[in-house]
């Protein structure tokens, strides 16, 4: 499975920027779809992740400006980033986790994209 991520780039305070992440190769079913970050010195963090049921969870310095969209149809998860502030600085990777055996002997395995920068800056 891989993970190809679009969108990142040099924004204002206040301005709005949206990642894309597309998901391919052989699966039977993306379970999450996530975002993480991480800004330099710092650990990665849950941004913000879309389960298959539906549910989405953020983290609390996003809430309220970052909204996340799934389109299961294209195996896509879209990150909209309003208000954006220099805090929001990183490297935000995707993350999928896929079952990629079903049955009674299923294999569930967590994959990552390759990171996309997005800076805050004015």
């Known amino acids: 499975v891989q993970l190809q991520a679009y969108g990142g780039g040099l924004v204002q305070p206040g301005w709005s920027l949206r990642l894309s992440c597309v998901a391919s190769g052989t699966f039977v079913s993306i379970n999450v779809m996530a975002w993480y970050r991480q800004a330099p010195g710092k650990q990665r963090e849950l941004v913000a992740a879309?389960?298959?049921?539906?549910?989405?969870d953020f983290a609390d310095s996003v809430k309220a400006r970052f909204t996340i969209s799934r389109d299961s149809t294209k195996d896509t998860v879209d990150l909209q980033m309003n208000s954006l502030k220099p805090g929001d600085t990183a490297v935000y990777y995707c993350y999928a986790f896929v079952t990629v055996v079903a049955g009674p002997a299923s294999r569930h395995y967590e994959f990552w994209g390759h990171g996309t920068l997005v800076t805050v800056s004015s």
């Open positions: 879309f389960r298959s049921g539906g549910s989405a």
